[in-house]
């Protein structure tokens, strides 16, 4: 570094890290997820919707693999096309924060809400869908401000509550051959990984800076 007499250079602080996707990233990454989901129910109806068997069965041993799979799968078009709007419009508003934190989120909710529909669903049934994904990516966009404390995600999550917060009530039983349960523990996994990983964040924002100015 080039010194002239006289002067005190002094180090630089290390610029921010961007994590976030632009816009049109964000659009593209959660088309492109709900286009794998319309290519896997493409698939599953040519094969006679033999695919659907691949759910989870709760209790049984055997349908715990179901939990890596049931997201992926749909009872036919028209619950595959329920759920893929509010899926491309709160995918996009995830991904915004970048792809690390919405495979974080992805993977928590994907995780409990599997379990936990493991656990509680009906014997003799499977469940299906990437429902659980929905209400937990709903819930995670809708308190993640509580815990973070930052204004613009505490604004985006009143605006997601005001325009899909009525989904909530898929969670609570009633509806006929629809897995609440799925939807219940979505809700659950989503809350958890909004409170794990915005603490995390307050933390890190609250931890000393790595690099100092020094004079030389």
Do not use: C, K
Request: charged letters at 10%.
């Amino acid at each position: 570094m080039t010194q002239r007499p006289g002067e005190w250079p002094v180090s630089a602080p290390p610029r921010a890290r961007r994590e976030g996707l632009s816009a049109t990233a964000a659009l593209v990454g959660s088309v492109t997820f709900v286009g794998v989901l319309w290519l896997v129910e493409g698939l599953d109806t040519l094969l006679g919707n033999r695919l659907d068997a691949e759910g989870i069965e709760p209790m049984d041993p055997d349908g715990l693999s179901g939990i890596l799979f049931a997201p992926l799968l749909h009872g036919g078009w028209a619950h595959l096309v329920a759920n893929s709007v509010p899926l491309l419009v709160l995918g996009f508003l995830l991904l915004l924060s970048g792809i690390r934190r919405w495979l974080l989120v992805t993977a928590v909710v994907w995780a409990v809400a599997g379990l936990g529909t493991w656990l509680t669903g009906g014997p003799g049934t499977i469940h299906i869908g990437a429902s659980g994904l929905v209400f937990g990516w709903l819930v995670y966009l809708i308190v993640r401000g509580l815990f973070s404390r930052r204004p613009g995600q505490i604004a985006l999550g009143l605006f997601v509550l005001v325009v899909y917060g009525g989904l909530l009530w898929g969670a609570l039983p009633g509806q006929a051959g629809v897995s609440w349960q799925g939807h219940l523990f979505g809700a659950v996994g989503g809350g958890l990984a909004a409170y794990w990983f915005a603490s995390g964040d307050r933390r890190r924002a609250a931890a000393p800076a790595a690099h100092t100015l020094r004079r030389y």
